[in-house]
């Protein structure tokens, strides 16, 4: 098959918002297009920097007498998901980063966050992206957990961001996240 340039794209967030978020358990996505249900809470904008995914695979090198690799066998696989959530005045990222539990009252009212050693809730994230040629992209992450959140910077001239990074944990068919694509543009 040769190669064609029109197979090459960059992922977009869908306008409505990219990143949305449910307690593990959550009825989940099977397609690139079905409607989230109402478990779903979006986690609003993403820097510039957008999504990375991760992949860190281990093996192990069976070597014969002489030196020769023989045989690689994968001994783990680790599958990671970082982003910087912008709006950090959204009560919703707020529980995504401290964890359910730590997070009361709203912005309107006041919005209280203890920050503790408790642990962080598993979640289900659903990741919406246009590609070219209107092909919508979805990832979605069955269950994982925040294993990490950077440096929380205020300054003058820089949005303030949590800098975090997910873990994905295997699901019962052993899969840490599934990607669904569809060509949405209209037929010719």
């Not at 409505?16 to 779903?40: K, N, R, Y």
């Amino acid at each position: 098959m040769a190669n064609n340039a029109q197979n090459v794209s960059v992922g977009k967030p869908k306008v409505a918002g990219a990143i949305h978020v449910a307690p593990v358990g959550t009825s989940l996505p099977t397609d690139a297009t079905t409607a989230l249900g109402a478990g779903f809470s979006q986690l609003g904008y993403v820097s510039d920097a957008g999504l990375t995914n991760g992949t860190n695979l281990e093996v192990s090198k069976i070597k014969a007498w002489g030196g020769d690799t023989v045989l690689v066998v994968q001994t783990s696989k680790e599958d990671t998901f970082k982003f910087v959530l912008l709006e950090t005045l959204r009560k919703e990222v707020a529980q995504f980063v401290y964890g359910a539990s730590n997070v009361t009252g709203d912005i309107s009212t006041g919005l209280t966050i203890k920050a503790n050693n408790g642990e962080v809730d598993e979640v289900s994230i659903v990741i919406d992206m246009i590609m070219r040629g209107d092909v919508a992209k979805r990832i979605v992450i069955p269950d994982c957990k925040v294993s990490a959140v950077g440096d929380i910077v205020y300054k003058d001239d820089e949005a303030i961001g949590y800098d975090t990074t997910v873990d994905c944990i295997p699901d019962a068919s052993g899969n840490t996240h599934y990607e669904y694509l569809i060509d949405q543009s209209p037929s010719t």
